[in-house]
């Protein structure tokens, strides 16, 4: 693991009932976080958790290094990378990760639209809930590791290359 790896700004979209909770993890860890959400309100959240709120996604992905969304489905995805500024803020080597469920397939176009721009993509759904999430012990189903993912999660699981962590019956070893 890096130095840049230990100080990552990471961003936040989707605070709700499971991604506040994988924020307050981030933001009680050490790395740097970022959030922007829709409903002003959805930060009460992180009352008392050092972040900074950016007033729009395009913002936020230009001020950090890896833009985590913990989304509703996959056309939200699609929606947050379409809104205007989001995909020039996304400089090449910078990471974006899906927490949310969603299509194998969708999410491999994603990664392959985002790999256009020298961006990496990661589907990493969590399992355990809302509960979970309060609870630091959710499970995510990476295809691809990051260090960040053990903020929130008691285990973190290699599905293989992007798509894959939608697709656990495809799960490989590491």
Same mark, same amino acid.
Request: net charge negative; aromatic share 4%; glycine share 12%.
């Given at each position: 693991?890096?130095?840049? @790896? ?19 993890? +981030? ?8 959030? /922007?959400?829709?409903?002003? @309100?959805? !930060?009460?959240? !992180? ?18 290094? +890896?833009?985590?969304?913990? !989304?509703?489905?996959?056309?939200? +995805? /699609? ?18 990760? #899906? ?7 969708? #999410? ?5 639209? !985002? ?50 962590? @939608? ?8």
């Amino acid at each position: 693991m890096t130095t840049s @790896q230990h100080t990552a700004r990471v961003g936040f979209i989707g605070l709700g009932d499971q991604g506040a909770p994988m924020a307050r993890a +981030i933001g009680d860890s050490v790395f740097e976080l970022h959030v /922007w959400a829709r409903r002003p @309100q959805s !930060l009460e959240t !992180l009352a008392g958790i050092p972040h900074t709120v950016h007033d729009s996604p395009a913002r936020l992905a230009a001020a950090v290094d +890896i833009l985590a969304l913990c !989304l509703r489905d996959d056309r939200d +995805i /699609w929606e947050v990378l379409g809104t205007p500024g989001v995909e020039g803020a996304l400089r090449p080597g910078r990471i974006v990760v #899906n927490h949310g469920t969603g299509d194998p397939e969708e #999410n491999r176009e994603i990664a392959e639209h !985002l790999a256009g721009k020298k961006v990496a993509y990661l589907d990493a759904p969590v399992s355990g809930g809302g509960a979970g999430a309060r609870a630091r012990t959710l499970t995510t189903m990476a295809g691809g590791d990051r260090p960040v993912f053990a903020t929130f999660s008691r285990t973190v699981v290699y599905m293989g290359p992007s798509g894959s962590g @939608q697709s656990p019956s495809s799960s490989t070893t590491p």
